[in-house]
């Protein structure tokens, strides 16, 4: 009996020393298991926090340019109303034609646009003016031209015969050579025929008395 005592004595303790050793590397293992989860979770966390700081960058890009863009496009409409105004009271004097015409730009921006410069007046105040003046230069020019008092083909202040029917227009003067009108009596350049002409009627008088006192 004590030998077999002895015996399982001695095999306890072998069975000690062949488990001490596999309990040893099961700790180590469960060490390195919980480093390895620590890495991986303070990874995990620098991945996380690089993507939120790459996302909230990207974000506030996104907004400044959101910004811009609508800043732009609020001047852009800003200004295409006040164009529309200006244009479309430099072409007509109607307000209501006025106001339409902006409100419908303000409304329909671009599409508005589009259908102002489709429907608006093809010319401004300006160049109706300037049109008028020269059609009334023109008329005023076509009025001062003399005609031919028998056939009203157009004549020149120099012309003594009508080209066209041959009506005596004008007669020169017999000292000074210049044209004067068939009713002129008088030269009114040299004053040739008045002082004839009195002196015509005061040599007739002087030479009436003489007669009757022969």
Known sequence: MGVLLHHATTHSVHFVHSVTPMTGSLAHGAHGITELASLLSSVARQTSATASSTLSGLTSLIGVAAFFFFAFVAIF?????????????SRTQDVILQITATVLVAVFSIGGFFIYMIVRPRQTLAELYERQLEEESLLAEMTERQTCPTCHYRIENDFQLCPSCGTKLRRP???C???????????PFCGYGGASMEGGRSGAGMRQPSRAER
């Open 177 to 187: 050579d210049h044209l004067l009108e068939l009713k002129w009596n008088v030269c």
């Open 173 to 175: 003067c017999p000292r």
């Open 77 to 89: 409409w800003v200004a295409l109303v006040y164009w529309t105004w200006r244009d479309v009271r």
